[in-house]
């Protein structure tokens, strides 16, 4: 896989950069300025250091034994005991791109210059990331409130040399990665296993893979939309935009544009233009006010997480123009929860509304297609369990879609007394990804299948277009086979943003 190139430091990491981070194995460079801040950031806190002046987490404890003073000899046992204590997580491992993302946002808050850290601490997280040494992550046991401490921790133990990685998918100790790597385990000075552990970065990386997921489901939806109106002879009129400007919405506005572009001059729609149905269903119908009120989130999303993702979130935090370190609450991730229940929001919407559209399709009384969407009806059964199963995925969403940030519970002896719960809030978007991405997957294959019973009559040609793509790997469904290798492949063609790219002329989501 090639590499992708990033320079950290020199502006704030965009959506785009922070997606092909998801998505590739990353070579980093930090840009000179922000090393020359980091340097100065170090230089204050070794100065407090000498000085004996106290500042949480540098000479002293953490959380409620912050009032214990700890010795200058002892300040780098204080930083290792940290991480390996605070390493405590369970559950199964992060994906190994989440943890590589994870890595690239510790490294653009570390760059802030605001952490005290040395420059060696940042060449050490990007000597993993060069040779594609991926720490294991358990995916359970942050609260998402002083930092993401357990997800972090296991992230920094691997750093200093304890636990396993994973080196090009083999799990292996960290000890014969650094040796094959040809590196050494990273040596903790004063405060930079806190800063190391403190921060969102975790919570932030797997928001933003659900932020991704949702957009290329976003985008599959409004093409699977589109298609499944026509192949139900539904009308454009809905979409005309005198009514959408009459309310206003942005996100409203620029999906009724996009159906728009994308049934225009359908042969489909023009032989049936003066037909007497009067109004279609809403899943239909109301598909600019729905998915625009869901692109409307997803944008506030993505600017959240985008400002998130280049914070400095550790604490304490050191202002080197002033030799001060002040301890705050930057690393509570309120932003993040808030953003990733507005994203569950936006999943769950996305995939019920395909949900509805799938269920007329295959009901001969509603679409006036065959039932079942395959001939020859009883002999076969047709698309009557794959609408079952979007039904059952659709259902576990609005389950999974109960917000995590209205959750706390209070840690560490009462002093962490309010937690955002943004981890949990941002893991189970990757669940609720895949299960609208399946959703989805279903709802293009039924539409395709829908628009086929109108052949020789084409659709409009951007629609063609994604029909003569999915159609290439998948002919249609003339009788009963293996089901699930179809929607399968149909799903892969959403992840891989395939929808995505094709929509853009019609649709950028982020304007990136």
Do not use: W
């Not at 704030?12 to 300025?33: K, Y």
């Not at 034994?65 to 369970?90: C, F, K, M, W, Y």
């Not at 396993?164 to 590196?183: F, H, I, S």
């Not at 959750?407 to 299960?435: C, F, K, W, Y």
């Amino acid at each position: 896989m090639k590499k992708f190139a990033l320079e950290i430091g020199a502006a704030p990491l965009r959506l785009s950069a922070m997606r092909l981070a998801l998505e590739n194995p990353v070579s980093i460079t930090i840009a000179p300025p922000a090393l020359a801040a980091v340097e100065e950031s170090a230089a204050s806190l070794s100065r407090l250091v000498r000085e004996g002046r106290t500042a949480y987490g540098v000479n002293t404890g953490f959380g409620i034994l912050a009032q214990t003073r700890i010795e200058p000899d002892q300040l780098r046992q204080l930083q290792r005991n940290l991480v390996l204590s605070h390493a405590a997580g369970v559950g199964p491992l992060l994906p190994d791109a989440i943890v590589r993302l994870i890595m690239v946002l510790k490294l653009a808050g570390l760059a802030r210059g605001a952490s005290g850290v040395r420059p060696l601490v940042m060449q050490a997280i990007t000597a993993f990331l060069d040779h594609e040494i991926y720490p294991c992550i358990p995916a359970q046991g942050s609260v998402g409130a002083s930092g993401d401490l357990a997800p972090l921790a296991h992230m920094s133990a691997a750093l200093i040399g304890v636990g396993d990685v994973r080196v090009k998918g083999e799990t292996v100790p960290v000890g014969k990665a650094l040796q094959q790597a040809g590196l050494k385990p990273l040596e903790l000075g004063a405060k930079e296993g806190l800063a190391l552990l403190n921060g969102t970065q975790a919570s932030t990386a797997m928001a933003l893979a659900g932020l991704f997921a949702a957009e290329d489901a976003f985008a599959a939806a409004l093409a699977s939309g589109a298609l499944s109106t026509d192949a139900l002879q539904g009308s454009t009129a809905p979409f005309d935009e005198r009514l959408h400007l009459l309310r206003g919405h942005d996100g409203q506005i620029a999906v009724a544009a996009a159906l728009r572009a994308l049934l225009k001059d359908s042969m489909i729609r023009q032989s049936h233009i003066d037909c007497d149905r009067v109004q279609d269903p809403y899943s239909l119908r109301c598909q600019p006010q729905v998915m625009g009120a869901v692109l409307d989130l997803l944008r506030f999303s993505g600017r959240t997480l985008e400002t998130e993702a280049n914070g400095a979130t550790d604490n304490p935090l050191v202002f080197a123009g002033q030799d001060e370190v002040i301890s705050g609450g930057n690393f509570h991730a309120e932003p993040v929860a808030f953003a990733a229940d507005q994203i569950a929001l936006a999943l769950a919407e996305t995939g019920s509304l395909a949900e509805r559209r799938i269920a007329i399709l295959v009901d001969p009384k509603m679409s006036g297609l065959p039932a079942f969407l395959v001939r020859e009806k009883g002999l076969n059964s047709g698309f009557m369990i794959a609408q079952v199963t979007a039904a059952a995925l659709v259902s576990e969403n609005k389950m999974l879609a109960h917000p995590a940030s209205v959750d706390t519970i209070p840690t560490s002896a009462g002093q962490e007394d309010h937690v955002s719960m943004a981890a949990h809030g941002a893991r189970r978007l990757l669940q609720m990804g895949e299960n609208t991405t399946n959703a989805i997957a279903i709802e293009l294959l039924a539409a395709a299948q829908g628009i086929d019973f109108h052949r020789p009559l084409r659709s409009s040609a951007l629609l063609e277009d994604l029909l003569a793509h999915l159609r290439g790997e998948i002919p249609a469904y003339d009788h009963d086979r293996f089901f699930a290798p179809d929607i399968a492949r149909a799903a892969a063609h959403i992840r891989d943003g395939y929808y995505r790219r094709a929509l853009t002329p019609v649709l950028d989501m982020f304007g990136e």
